[in-house]
């Protein structure tokens, strides 16, 4: 089974729109930790985000915010105000397990900005 | 901080030879190192996961002799691509996860774009 699940392929949005990135995962570990990572077309990896399985508040960076819901098992990265430049593909990622370092990714969204 | 750098960016190789990719922590020290493939328009897949001094871990189906992960000090690993074939063309990232850092905190490299003619 997947452990993380990003249904949109790709994603258009009009600039200075809200937008939101879905992700599912799956996992029977109590303890885990979901993160988001933009990868512009240069290839770089750059974290966005982290929301751990504990965390009572979603987790916000900037434009950035996680919309956590622990019961349905989804974390979706949702940008307000849109930008050009955030066009890239992003990657939501679990580590599974109190300690845990390892990192499983999703599929991915390419998210296109339009102006 | 937390500056993970990768060389070469690129390397173009011809089919039976051996390449080697380094990944070096600038300014923290990393324990664990991680080491991805990523074809063209698909995710992360992780290959290894490399401890300082030890030998590395191979995720299931990644070929440990012909992947082969040196982690020689805590802020440097190396993954040499022996015996390179076409379908060995790919993007490899790594990344590093801080002595005293988070679970799952990792940063990564900027990737090594492999083609092998």
């Known amino acids: 089974a997947q452990k993380i699940t990003q249904t949109q392929p790709g994603m258009f949005v009009q600039e200075k729109e809200a937008v939101t990135l879905d992700c599912t995962y799956d996992t029977s570990d109590p303890s885990y930790g979901l993160f988001w990572y933009k990868q512009p077309s240069s290839g770089e990896m750059i974290f966005l985000i982290y929301q751990g399985s504990y965390d009572q508040q979603n987790a916000t960076e900037g434009r950035y915010s996680l919309n956590f819901q622990k019961a349905r098992k989804s974390a979706n990265l949702v940008i307000s105000a849109s930008q050009l430049g955030d066009s890239a593909m992003y990657f939501c990622a679990m580590r599974e397990g109190w300690g845990a370092q390892k990192l499983v990714f999703g599929q991915g969204t390419r998210l296109t900005i339009n102006p | 901080g937390a500056v993970v750098s990768q060389h070469p960016s690129r390397v173009i190789c011809k089919s039976g030879t051996s390449v080697k990719i380094e990944c070096r922590s600038l300014?923290?020290?990393?324990?664990?190192m991680f080491w991805y493939r990523q074809f063209p328009k698909q995710s992360l897949m992780l290959m290894a996961t490399s401890n300082e001094g030890s030998k590395a871990t191979y995720e299931q189906g990644v070929e440990k002799d012909k992947f082969l992960i040196n982690h020689a000090s805590l802020t440097l690993s190396t993954l040499t691509v022996t015996s390179a074939h076409p379908e060995d063309s790919s993007f490899y990232i790594c990344?590093?996860?801080?002595?005293?850092?988070?679970?799952?905190?990792?940063?990564f490299g900027p990737g090594t774009r492999l083609t092998v003619t």
């Open positions: 990344s590093a996860s801080p002595l005293a850092g988070g679970p799952g905190e990792q940063y």
């Open positions: 300014d923290f020290q990393a324990t664990t």
